[in-house]
Each structure stands twice: as C-alpha cells, then as structure tokens.
C-alpha cells in the first residue's frame, strides 16, 4: 500500500516505511525533527520541472505528464521504493500545502501502476509450448 503525507503531520505505527520525496528539505523543519527512513531527493521532479509548476492547480495536468516522463526515464531513482511498496505499507512524505496537486500523488499513482505493471502475467506468446501435450 503507497500513502501520501504532509511532513508537518504526525508519524504514525501504521505509515510503515516513510520516505521524503522532495528535492528540497522542507521549510522550518529540522532535519532531526521529522520522522523520515530516507529522504530521496533524486525521486522528486527535476528542478527546473518544480519551477515550472510552481504549485499552480492549473498547470498540475502538464507537470504530471513531463513527472512521469522523468520517472519512466530514471527507474534507478524508484525502484527501491517499489520494493518497499510491494513489501507493506510506504508512505511518501512531501511538504506541499496542496494534498491533491503535488508531486507524491504523481509519484504514488506511477508506483501502483508499476505494482500492477509487475503482478500482471505475461503474454500467451511467453508460455507457448509450456502447456502442450508431449
């Protein structure tokens, strides 16, 4: 299960492995302070790409779309996260005011998607010959 948090909320028994996915530590808050397993700055989206957003609800459409491309072009940034994921619950962890249009809730959905990608069976091509009669 892949969860998405404010930082500035509390820790909690159930949020499993806990993982800061922002390029920057958050605002006001000390680095002792936040109850994080590991903080993944590499995972976030690109600099310039933050920018761009800026946090702005109408350009969330087109940020998700170039994230994802980041994503998909940088597997070694995610992969470690997949596991957890696949292993119980992870919990992304960013500082954005906006609980619906930032970047942990485009990381989480390529994640389950990633999830489902790896749990689905391959094609009957693959299998060809495993079944047939000898």
């Not at 590991?38 to 109408?58: E, I, M, N, Q, Y």
Request: net charge negative.
């Amino acid at each position: 299960m892949i969860r998405c948090k404010r930082v500035y909320l509390e820790a909690e028994a159930c949020d499993g492995q806990r993982v800061l996915v922002d390029r920057l530590w958050p605002r006001g808050l000390a680095k002792d302070a936040l109850a994080c397993d590991v903080w993944l700055p590499d995972v976030a989206p690109s600099t310039a790409l933050r920018k761009g957003f800026g946090h702005r609800a109408h350009a969330f459409a087109d940020f998700r779309a170039a994230y994802r491309h980041e994503l998909a072009s940088h597997p070694e940034h995610w992969q470690r996260l997949l596991h957890w994921a696949a292993g119980g619950t992870l919990t992304l962890l960013y500082a954005a005011r906006d609980e619906v249009h930032n970047n942990a809730r485009v990381l989480a959905e390529f994640l389950e998607e990633e999830l489902l990608r790896r749990d689905t069976p391959s094609s009957a091509v693959c299998y060809q010959g495993e079944f047939d009669a000898g």
